[in-house]
């Protein structure tokens, strides 16, 4: 057994408990509670798995799991920045990447560049891999607040035509994951929990 490998696992294993106390603005289905980083992670996991089939192209599943999970490790360091903040940059990928570095620095070095390249991965977004992760990230809360009468987009006052710019990333993973999304953003307009613009 390799003792000092185990040692830095388990303090990296410590490390992403924080994970749990990262809050996001999105909450529970049917739910007054806000989801944390972890509990959102888990769930995208869940979603690869069930929902892989409706990949544009066939993917490494393992490696979206991947992706998924350790996509916003980051947080624990760089934060949550709400996806609709319009008074914060949503490329803050070198203040991300030092907190990659420095969280995924705590694995052994084999494991260390192992996630530090998938997470550079699925944030350039250019792979079957991380095109069908980014949707997965994109569809949850987009789920949520259809379940929650608006959610953050009534909350914050978000528009559909912002919702639809921000979402419709989706179809390059899944164009049939993005034909049920579209209907479901053009369902929340006619329930009127989604506002358009007015002209």
């Known amino acids: 057994m390799d003792t000092e490998n185990l040692l830095k696992q388990v303090a990296f294993i410590k490390e992403i408990d924080k994970l749990k106390y990262i809050q996001r ?21 869940m979603m690869t798995l069930v929902l892989a089939e409706h990949s544009n192209k066939p993917i490494d599943v393992l490696k979206v799991l991947k992706m998924v999970l350790i996509h916003d490790v980051v947080e624990i360091d760089a934060g949550d920045t709400f996806i609709y903040d319009s008074t914060k940059s949503h490329t803050n990928t ?12 705590l694995l052994p070095i084999e ?8 997470w550079k991965e699925f944030e350039d977004g250019t792979t079957d891999e991380a095109k069908f992760a980014k949707s997965m990230d994109r569809l ?32 390059n993973g899944s164009t049939s994951i993005w034909n049920y999304a579209e209907n479901l953003l053009n369902q929340s307009v006619d329930q009127g929990i989604l506002k358009k613009k007015i002209d």
């Open 94 to 105: 070198e203040e991300e990447l030092i907190a990659a570095k420095r969280i995924f620095g």
């Open 140 to 171: 949850e809360p987009l789920l949520q607040n259809a379940s929650n009468h608006g959610g953050t987009w009534a909350e914050f006052n978000v528009s559909y035509e912002t919702v639809y710019d921000k979402k419709k990333i989706i179809k």
């Open 25 to 45: 603005k999105t909450k529970l289905f049917n739910s007054d509670r806000h989801e944390n980083d972890a509990e959102h992670s888990w769930h995208l996991a």
């Open 111 to 118: 494991q260390a560049e192992e996630f530090i390249t998938i």
